[in-house]
């Protein structure tokens, strides 16, 4: 996987399709969202410049700055689906939970408390 924030691009489609810094072997499927929020995690204390992670924890809107993007990517899931488009319900539900982790770490959760929860409902 290429680093989260190589592109410049912003948006999920340079942070979210990657968790690793480039160098290495790709995690394996089943740690990859581990590999996100430690990458999501490093952006948030480090704010390296250039990085549209780092700029959605420094954004003037706050936190309603993810929020407006987890209601953006909400709806492109929904239509995606209700158009039976798989491969776009795919990318963009990668949108919307690297933009939800970005929410778990602005509000100091981590995957493990998502872990919980769901476990906690079997």
């Known amino acids: 996987m290429s680093d989260p924030d190589a592109d ?9 399709t990657a968790a690793t ?9 089943e740690a990859v969202l581990d590999e996100l929020f ?9 704010l390296p410049e250039g990085s549209y992670t780092a700029s959605l924890f420094t954004h003037e809107k706050g936190e309603n700055a993810v929020l407006e993007k987890i209601g953006e990517e909400s709806t492109e899931a929904i239509l995606a689906a209700k158009d039976d488009d798989l491969d776009e319900l795919t990318y963009e539900s990668a949108d919307l939970v690297y933009h ?7 509000k ?5 408390d998502l872990r919980e929860e769901l476990r906690d409902r079997f």
Do not use: C, H, N, Y
Request: hydrophobic share 40%; net charge negative.
């Open 8 to 16: 410049g691009t912003g948006g999920a489609d340079g942070d979210a």
């Open 38 to 46: 430690a990458t999501i995690e490093s952006r948030k204390a480090e």
């Open 21 to 29: 810094d480039g160098e290495g072997p790709e995690p394996p499927a």
């Open 108 to 112: 100091d959760l981590d995957i493990d």
């Open 100 to 106: 939800l982790l970005v929410l778990f770490a602005m």
